[in-house]
């Protein structure tokens, strides 16, 4: 639930063996713009003393509540050290204030451990199972924003999560490389040029048709879509490429592998194509502008 910040400005804090005060401030997280600390003034219960709450130890503010529940008791609270609130709270600070209130859990690094552990046991699990890890990781994704949790804004982490994409993509198709043991030649590789230089394409013309008919995107919008969509996916067709250099050498799996590997070379023109479309509509004469 989504409440202003005024609305909860002057609600009571309940300390689980007591009240702690009122709420006075918010302090933000200056990266995604959460809430990251509440300033809350204990009145008589400590001469009019302000201190900072993390807003990771409190409960569920709700609209009607007449105070928010904090796992926290009046002695962590009384134990906390003197901050100034009108001043941005620094790393020092932080770190002396969970050491009173207990350390906030680090998902980030518990996300990475959780990932790094199925992408390394799950693969030996599902070889035998027409399931691979990627379709666990989208359906994993779907459950994710279907049972709520979807409320989380991407937005918010655009540049962790640009970082992230980019770090992925790069040691994906580096491993795609890594695998293909063929010497390169012309004739050699030819099953990659007729995917490279005529699936391709086909596909890039067939998604941007559905996008423009059924989807009724408009045309830049339509073949930026397709110039997203066209390439195949290194990671997800991971399951289907060729094994470490010496093992797996079938033709489709080496065309699959060595052709995931390339086609996001292929797919930007299209990609840029479809941003002067979107910008200035589809006649090529306005494209490079005046």
């Given at each position: 639930m989504l409440l202003k910040t005024s609305t909860?400005?002057?609600?009571?804090?309940?300390?689980?063996?007591?009240?702690?005060?009122?709420?006075?401030?918010?302090?933000?997280?200056?990266?995604?713009?959460?809430?990251?600390?509440?300033?809350?003034?204990?009145?008589?219960?400590?001469?009019?003393?302000?201190?900072?709450?993390?807003?990771?130890?409190?409960?569920?503010?709700?609209?009607?509540?007449?105070?928010?529940?904090?796992?926290?008791?009046?002695?962590?609270?009384?134990?906390?050290?003197?901050?100034?609130?009108?001043?941005?709270?620094?790393?020092?600070?932080?770190?002396?204030?969970?050491?009173?209130?207990?350390?906030?859990?680090?998902?980030?690094?518990i996300a990475l451990a959780v990932i790094g552990l199925a992408v390394a046991w799950m693969p030996l699990w599902l070889h035998r199972l027409l399931i691979s890890l990627p379709m666990i990781a989208a359906a994993a994704g779907l459950?994710?924003?279907?049972?709520?949790?979807?409320?989380?804004?991407?937005?918010?982490?655009?540049?962790?999560?640009?970082?992230?994409?980019?770090v992925a993509l790069i040691v994906s198709v580096m491993g795609a490389g890594l695998k293909i043991d063929r010497r390169f030649a012309i004739r050699t590789w030819a099953s990659v040029w007729r995917l490279l230089g005529l699936v391709m394409p086909l596909s890039v013309a067939g998604i941007a048709v559905c996008a423009m008919g059924p989807l009724d995107l408009p045309p830049g919008y339509?073949?930026?879509?397709?110039?997203?969509?066209?390439?195949?996916?290194?990671?997800l067709a991971s399951s289907v490429q060729v094994g470490p250099p010496g093992v797996g050498r079938g033709k489709v799996r080496f065309a699959l592998t060595a052709e995931a590997g390339l086609n996001d070379g292929l797919a930007f023109p299209f990609v840029t194509l479809g941003l002067p479309i979107i910008q200035n509509g589809p006649d090529p004469s306005r494209w490079l502008g005046k």
């Open positions: 909860l400005t002057g609600c009571a804090i309940q300390a689980t063996d007591g009240e702690i005060g009122t709420v006075s401030d918010f302090l933000f997280d200056d990266m995604n713009w959460s809430i990251r600390w509440l300033a809350v003034d204990t009145g008589s219960w400590l001469s009019g003393r302000t201190v900072l709450l993390p807003a990771s130890r409190l409960g569920e503010a709700r609209s009607g509540l007449s105070a928010i529940p904090a796992d926290l008791a009046q002695e962590q609270v009384k134990n906390s050290p003197d901050v100034d609130t009108h001043q941005p709270v620094s790393r020092q600070m932080e770190t002396s204030l969970y050491a009173v209130y207990g350390s906030e859990p680090n998902w980030a690094t459950t994710f924003f279907a049972t709520g949790r979807g409320e989380v804004s991407l937005v918010d982490y655009r540049q962790a999560g640009e970082i992230v994409t980019q339509a073949v930026l879509l397709a110039g997203i969509l066209a390439p195949t996916d290194p990671v």
